[in-house]
């Protein structure tokens, strides 16, 4: 889901974000396969309902692993499901989905919502598939967009589910109820084992957004926590992505709920247990979830929403870091805020007329340094109906020096 708004970013930033935008977005529009150039793919779409928020891992068999939530609408519906889809030719075509939960509300005011967020390979080679859950009453009716902030979702029967499957996403088990409270989460398991659930806390008190993070020692059984990432009224922030850096470090970029100008990160020196900051970090403001990891490479690359008029629609954007520019301490000030990313772009613009939602995501890198991506879309689908798109980028496409230093 979005959260409770849309904030937009500078228009310093917007204005580079159109000329990026239409430089790449030319590029990704061209024919797919020629080299140098994004290719596009349909993961999953159906036009009677709104498909949202994917996540993608690689199983131990190679395959690609989609999940998605579907609903009736964006954020709402009387019968929310967690779905997943499978390519095993890295992306280039997809199965048929295969439900993992449904939630079914008796009543346009009945207990129960459920999100489908984010999947995740752990290194038992199992998939662990996490979903926001808010039992909380009373809800929206169905049709309706879903008001998180308006539901008391520190209380009640609320927090993430887990499912797993031991067969590459074929079967699924659960929902195991953590109780971690959380609105949007992501998850990230660290070298030493350890299983990071990031998510975001509303605060009706002050109207804003906090970030914290629950951690699991054995395989996402119990859990502990919440951890605060950061909790302060003046960056209302949220959505974040746990990277772990070389070294062990943990680097968290954070979406810019604010829409204050640029973005920010948290450094934790300790596995997550504290965390300093907020740190300058990236390029554009990032309007929507965090999906970040290190390359090959080594470079750290950024995948979120870009949100502004000048894109005419909401754009998929990233930005490419250094492992020194990750874990640089630059405090983040909006007034002196300069850019710490190496390269940034447009992947692909929503210029849908009627209603555009778009531009949460997940990725993976393929082995041969490609990049999968996913996110939702409405492009030409009805209103209100996006589905879920798939992109190959080539490593070049994200990596290339920008043009409008």
Not at 20 to 45: H, K, P, Y
Not at 346 to 351: G, L
Request: hydrophobic share 35%; proline share 6%; glycine share 12%.
């Amino acid at each position: 889901m979005t959260l409770s708004r849309h904030f937009l970013g500078p228009w310093l930033i917007v204005s580079r974000c159109l000329l990026v935008g239409l430089l790449v977005g030319a590029i990704a529009s061209a024919s797919a396969g020629a080299e140098g150039q994004i290719q596009r793919f349909t993961v999953s779409r159906d036009d009677t309902h709104h498909q949202g928020w994917p996540s993608v891992c690689i199983a131990s068999n190679g395959d690609l692993v989609c999940s998605y939530a579907e609903a009736d609408t964006h954020g709402g519906g009387s019968r929310p499901r967690a779905l997943v889809c499978i390519s095993k030719d890295e992306g280039r075509t997809w199965s048929k989905p295969i439900v993992v939960d449904t939630v079914v509300r008796a009543s346009p005011f009945g207990r129960g919502f459920m999100q489908c967020r984010w999947i995740l390979r752990l290194k038992d080679g199992s998939l662990l598939l996490g979903c926001d859950f808010n039992g909380t009453s009373p809800l929206n009716p169905p049709g309706s967009v879903h008001n998180f902030p308006a539901d008391p979702v520190n209380t009640g029967d609320a927090g993430a589910w887990l499912y797993r499957s031991r067969d590459n996403g074929r079967t699924w088990t659960g929902p195991q109820k953590t109780y971690c409270l959380t609105v949007s989460l992501t998850m990230q398991q660290l070298s030493n084992g350890t299983i990071i659930l990031a998510g975001s806390h509303y605060h009706t008190k002050g109207d804003y957004w906090s970030q914290v993070i629950y951690y699991s020692k054995d395989n996402a059984k119990t859990w502990y926590g919440p951890v605060v990432v950061l909790d302060d009224p003046k960056y209302s922030c949220g959505e974040g992505h746990v990277v772990e850096m070389p070294g062990g470090k943990l680097v968290m970029y954070l979406r810019n709920i604010a829409g204050s100008k640029g973005a920010f990160k948290m450094i934790s020196d300790d596995g997550g247990m504290s965390w300093q900051g907020p740190y300058a970090a990236g390029y554009f403001t990032p309007i929507g979830r965090i999906t970040a990891g290190v390359l090959s490479s080594g470079d750290v690359l950024v995948m979120h929403r870009v949100n502004g008029p000048a894109n005419k629609g909401e754009a998929l954007g990233f930005f490419v870091e250094t492992p020194a520019a990750a874990l640089s301490r630059i405090p983040y000030d909006p007034a002196t805020y300069r850019p710490t990313a190496k390269s940034w772009g447009i992947i692909d613009i929503d210029t849908n007329k009627e209603h555009v939602d778009a531009g949460y995501c997940g990725w993976v890198e393929l082995p041969d340094g490609d990049i999968y991506a996913v996110q939702y879309i409405t492009a030409d689908a009805p209103r209100g109906k996006p589905f879920i798109r798939g992109y190959r980028i080539p490593r070049s496409f994200l990596t290339r020096q920008p043009r409008n230093r």
